[in-house]
């Protein structure tokens, strides 16, 4: 039997299939009825069990005991050699054990180098296994049992050193890989439109918490408005409802952000959330939130260093999504009218005729041109000409539906898509715009008059009935601008009747 | 097929469960069956280990739980409803107040079935209370008569070791202190469920009650007789706080059960649940075990093998008239499920932490007052919190 230590196994799928097999093996070996695997909680002064072996079966339960100073546990303990006694439950035999744990630092604090001078010493891991016999089938554990006994638990434990750090190591590699995965994924979501859902799907796969939420600070910095949660699963939901005012007391969060935070709170839920400010050149943008509320398990000190270190770049790649939304949003918009350009035009138009063909719907578009123009900016300046353009593109605006879509075409050529409208319906649009554009008064001080009105011309084209192409019915409407153009101007005419009128001067001429 | 089992104070779960097993596995030989044994603590754990990484955490195929659990890992999508599982289900054939603790606070769709039962109760040892002049009858009526019998037996009783009451579950924990907030007319939530209810006034001196026998140094904590192969609580102790009756391995017991202390109008079950997990590869051989381990028979020879209750209504009718005494008829005439709510576990589990906390310091001679009540406003707080989550 001296040689069974040599045996063991020396690694283990996890801690629990370790003490499985060692009270496995010695109750076979020292034919003890129960084996039991206790931990040293050094903190609470408790004996704990984890894991028991009767009856054929290795369990868990629930056991915690408090030793008092001359209790043959206590003396197993302090001496670390073996104890054994007889009381009328039975014979009992103590083997203690006691394994220093040195880890790698954190990668967080200590940047990634392995050696002595980057290991931490952790708390030792210490206890007993407990032996038992019973009195009526068993005998007592001789002095010679119990040396083989100690030295066959001392020979586990170091199996179990081994095995704990393989298992420190793996953790080491897997945090590195997690800095590595989770910095890409930060530093891709400048320019990825689903850029929030990605860093929480991120953060949910590598540290998996009973939920995060993001919530990011308003442009006026007034309001700190939810974002997006991810729950337990990695389902993400939006949680735009979710608005607080940045005020002193407002909210508990209001107060972590502006950094009124008291610390009480901070202190009661500190082993169950993280509260992480997103700070970018120091300005704070918003507030990411981590908990494990639900399941009330604590967030390790190595997760919570590690996503702290994280604050910075993911603060950094939220600020980044919003600049590139906001200068994507620049370059789509014309900054004078408000109205969108010709290339995010183009994109909606093709999608807005695709779907009116598929769902044989009508599409109306309005081509207006401001009259006289050109002599507006001539006379009055490109100041006024500016103001003009201002204005009309406020008009237009203002009386539209939600589904139209106006753009500014080019110089003061403008273009309004109206899916689902017919031809009636688009140049009813069209004498309620230049009505109202004639309505409005642009104030010139210099001028005799001190004010300057302007008027449109407006031509209609419809689908199905004009054209069966993008292109003719852009064709079509121009037509019929132009007809209006060079009939006077400040009228508004329908593709299909320019058609017509065309046909009549023709048979004239 | 892998099945969870939760940890029991009494190793006679398992033996019974071992029963049970052989006997499915012998009419059942292709479905090969192994079991866990997870502390309460640790299978929560687990649970929500596998609902954050499915992929690499295991869970099992049939999980035991507490009633109360059912909501909770439900609406997290961990169990599968049992009605998909286990055809034959029919919680008709279940006392009314089991119903609630099979289904989420939403809807009326099982997702757990009752297996067994525990109630609370204080078995004590007649002669032991009749050498101190004490009638069960007249002396443990309420909690304040249950304290002074307390001081009586342990003046009456100098030998080391001995106490007037142990705790049969082995810890003082917020499952077993209900019944001292009940008698006080406290609770853990509002009736409406909305708003935490810790901080009143009545539930914190049920607490304090719970905790009362501990502190007047009448009630072992932490104490090593288990460790040395204890409790034997025909000699160390008159009474005893549990859910099953004392006893020796092959020796009568001589402990009696009466109605725990106090003038509650409703009594404690505790109850178990068998539920299949949603992610299970194996539902088919689950709902084969479920169906084996819920039938009339089996259920109740389970349930009988360690001195528990079946759920099935003919079956506890049969045991309650077998059981005789009018102490168990009594506590099931009034039978109260603590709530099957997604807060609920959760918040179990804060007061079961503050409770630890105050057992250590007791067992240290070092509990203060104001650290309970801290700790009691704290979970308040973060309770409260998460009701407006969840």
Not at chain 2, 292 to 303: E, I, M, V
Request: hydrophobic share 40%; with cysteine.
């Amino acid at each position: 039997m001296r040689g069974m230590a040599g045996e063991n196994p020396v690694l283990f799928e996890n801690r629990e299939a370790f003490m499985k097999g060692l009270l496995e093996s010695a109750s076979k070996l020292f034919a003890a009825e129960r084996v039991s695997f206790y931990y040293y909680d050094e903190k609470n002064t408790l004996l704990r069990l984890m894991m028991r072996r009767s009856g054929g079966a290795s369990f868990e339960a629930e056991e915690n005991v408090r030793l008092s100073p001359d209790s043959p546990a206590s003396e197993a303990l302090a001496t670390l050699k073996p104890v054994s006694f007889r009381n009328k439950a039975g014979h009992f035999l103590l083997a203690p054990y006691r394994i220093e744990i040195y880890s790698p630092l954190s990668v967080a604090k200590g940047g990634g180098a392995a050696g002595p001078a980057s290991e931490r010493r952790e708390a030792p891991l210490q206890g007993l296994i407990k032996l038992e016999r019973s009195l009526k089938k068993g005998r007592r554990f001789s002095p010679a049992e119990a040396a083989l006994v100690h030295d066959y638990v001392g020979g586990f434990m170091r199996s179990y050193y081994k095995a704990e750090f393989v298992g420190l190591n793996k953790k080491y590699a897997k945090n590195l890989a997690v800095i590595t995965e989770l910095t890409e994924i930060f530093a891709n979501s400048l320019r990825v439109r689903e850029s929030f859902k990605h860093i929480l799907t991120g953060i949910q796969t590598y540290f998996g918490f009973d939920r995060v939420r993001l919530y990011l600070i308003d442009e006026k910095g007034r309001k700190l408005k939810g974002e997006l949660s991810s729950d337990i699963r990695g389902q993400i939901k939006s949680i735009a409802y979710e608005e607080i005012p940045l005020e002193a007391g407002a909210h508990r969060f209001a107060d972590i952000v502006l950094g009124h935070s008291s610390g009480v709170f901070m202190e009661r839920y500190k082993d169950c959330v993280l509260y992480m400010p997103l700070v970018v050149q120091g300005v704070t943008i918003g507030l990411l939130i981590v908990d494990n509320l639900l399941s009330q398990q604590k967030i390790e000190p190595g997760e919570l260093s590690m996503l702290k270190s994280f604050a910075g770049q993911i603060g950094l790649a939220l600020d980044n999504v919003r600049l590139f939304d906001k200068v994507e949003e620049l370059s789509l918009y014309d900054e004078l009218t408000k109205l969108p350009l010709r290339r995010y035009f183009n994109q909606r138009f093709q999608e807005e005729f695709y779907r009116a063909e598929r769902f044989k719907q009508p599409l109306a578009v309005i081509w207006a041109d401001i009259d006289y123009f050109k002599e507006v900016n001539d006379t009055y300046g490109h100041q006024i000409g500016d103001r003009a353009l201002k204005e009309v593109g406020r008009v237009i605006l203002s009386n539209l539906r939600k589904i139209d879509f106006p753009c500014r075409y080019g110089g003061d050529e403008i273009l309004i898509l109206l899916p689902q409208a017919t031809g009636a319906e688009a140049q009813k649009l069209a004498e309620r715009l230049a009505a109202e554009i004639r309505e409005v008064k642009i104030p010139v001080p210099f001028s005799r008059s001190k004010e300057l009105s302007v008027s449109v011309s407006l031509g209609i084209s419809t689908f199905p009935q004009d054209a069966a192409s993008i292109e003719t019915l852009l064709e079509k409407a121009d037509d019929a601008l132009y007809w209006v153009k060079s009939h006077g101007r400040g009228g508004i005419a329908l593709a299909g009747e320019v058609e017509k009128m065309k046909a009549a001067e023709n048979k004239k001429a | 097929m892998l099945i969870w089992l939760l940890a029991d104070p009494d190793t006679g779960k398992f033996a019974a469960f071992k029963n049970l097993l052989n006997s499915f596995s012998a009419h059942y030989p292709d479905i090969k069956v192994d079991f866990r044994v997870l502390t309460r603590r640790s299978m929560w754990r687990s649970l929500f280990a596998h609902l954050r990484d499915s992929k690499n955490r295991e869970t099992a195929d049939i999980i035991e739980l507490p009633h109360s659990w059912t909501a909770v890992f439900a609406k997290l999508g961990l169990l599968a409803e049992i009605g998909g599982v286990l055809e034959s289900f029919n919680p008709a054939r279940y006392p009314d107040f089991l119903r609630k603790g099979c289904v989420t606070e939403e809807s009326d769709t099982a997702f757990s079935a009752p297996w067994w039962m525990e109630a609370p109760a204080l078995f004590y040892r007649p002669e032991a209370l009749k050498k101190a002049g004490l009638s069960p009858e007249t002396d443990l009526l309420d909690w304040e008569h249950f304290l002074s019998a307390c001081g009586r037996l342990a003046a009456g009783n100098r030998k080391r070791g001995f106490y007037p009451v142990m705790h049969g579950a082995g810890r003082m924990s917020a499952a077993h202190a209900l019944p001292c907030v009940w008698n006080r007319g406290g609770n853990l939530f509002s009736e409406d469920m909305n708003r935490c209810a810790l901080n009143r006034e009545e539930t914190v001196k049920g607490l304090e009650d719970y905790l009362e026998p501990a502190l007047r140094g009448y009630l072992p904590l932490f104490g090593e007789s288990v460790f040395e192969g204890g409790p034997f609580y025909e000699e160390s102790a008159a009474m005893v706080l549990g859910t099953r009756t004392p006893a020796s391995p092959g020796r009568k017991s001589s402990f009696r059960p009466v109605r725990l202390p106090g003038g509650r109008t409703r009594e404690q079950v505790l109850g178990y649940n068998l539920a299949a997990a949603s992610g299970s590869p194996n539902l088919k051989e689950a709902g084969q075990f479920l169906k084996w381990a819920l039938s009339a028979d089996n259920s109740r020879s389970f349930a009988e093998d360690f001195g528990v209750f079946p759920c099935l209504n003919a079956a506890l009718e049969e045991t309650l008239s077998e059981a005789g005494g009018e102490v168990w008829r009594g506590i099931f005439s009034a039978p109260s499920m603590t709530s099957n709510t997604t807060v609920y576990p959760t918040a179990e589990l804060l007061l079961d932490k503050a409770l630890w906390h105050a057992s250590l310091r007791i067992a240290r001679g070092a509990y203060a007052r104001e650290d309970f009540l801290r700790e009691l406003v704290i979970a308040h707080g973060e309770i409260d919190y998460l009701l407006s989550l969840y």
